[in-house]
């Protein structure tokens, strides 16, 4: 029998007369993961492992590739999945089909109040837990992060230089990112990366010397192909620099080798790793636009208000919060997250006439 989260009438009681939740607190009821776990086969042959869950769509920078510079309608509070309800999900997912990664995103994940709290309702799943974030917020909470169960963290990061950061983020905290990524080292998250978005006449000129800083520093770089999903749909193909591009550019001052590697474990990572011909560290690129991935891909997502979505790029989306709202088991959790695996499809369609781009952009999907 699953684990219930949810805790008897007297836990629920005696929580809501301490000030918390109905729900029991993670490391009140342990959870670990059954061997009676079950793959999760979408029908293409992969398995799903990957879960990628958002905490909210509001952020503290307007990146220009992710949102507007403003007029931007954000959801309700109560239209939020709860940090209960997001570990709920997460569980299911571990328990019946043993997902083993979990990854938080946003909008910006560290705007959320108390975060920390997901962390410690996530740690008992035993599964590998990371962070993307911006990393603004990272000098006050990695620590805190770091004790209450997160692993590993990416900070996206697109350009060192104060001048272009201005104009990406529409903000003047170039400083903060960098005193947030010494601050997560020194939470002892590990690894520690950062994704660079790529954009033709913007940044590009940049890729040498920010690989340069990653070796310095022992943080990853994952380089990222310009992504059809900004807010005004301003994206041409132009924009887009080649993975192969990027790394000829850096293999030019720092020699990489030979092969790439997709692989972490058991999972296939989005970044194609290339490692360093002097066993300094490796860099990577992922080449959703020129050199799409889709045939590994193990990942899913949900989306701060709930929907459940099988690709970044899907056009269509599954109501969890409404089955859990409405008093759904974890049995109809379960059957509704099977039944839109069931309809993922082959990959998206970048660059192809067929390709039709979701109504939503980044931050509101969740990266």
Known sequence: MPIEVLASAGRAEANAKAGRSGWAYAEDVPVTRPSTAV???DP??????DLRLSVTDRCNFRCTYCMPGEGMEWLPRSELLTYEELARIARVCVERWGFDGIRITGGEPTVRAHLPRLFELLRPLGVDLAMTTNGVRLPELAHDLAAAGLQRVNVSLDT???????ALT??????RVLAGIDAALEAGLKPVKMNVVVIRGINDHEVVDIAAFGRDRDVGIRFIEFMPLDAQGDWTMDQVVPSHEILDRIHAVFPLEADRDRHDGAHVEPAARVRYQDGHGDVGVIASVTEPFCESCDRVRITAEGKFRTCLFALEETDLRATIRDGGT??????AIEAAVGTKWAGHRIGQVTFVRPSRS?????G
């Open 39 to 41: 793959p999760l086969i």
């Open 160 to 166: 060192l230089h104060p001048e272009t950061f201005r």
């Open 44 to 49: 293409f042959a992969r398995r799903v492992r």
């Open 362 to 366: 980044m931050s509101q999907i969740g």
């Open 170 to 175: 529409r903000r003047d905290e170039l400083d």
């Open 330 to 335: 974890d049995d109809d959790v379960a059957a």
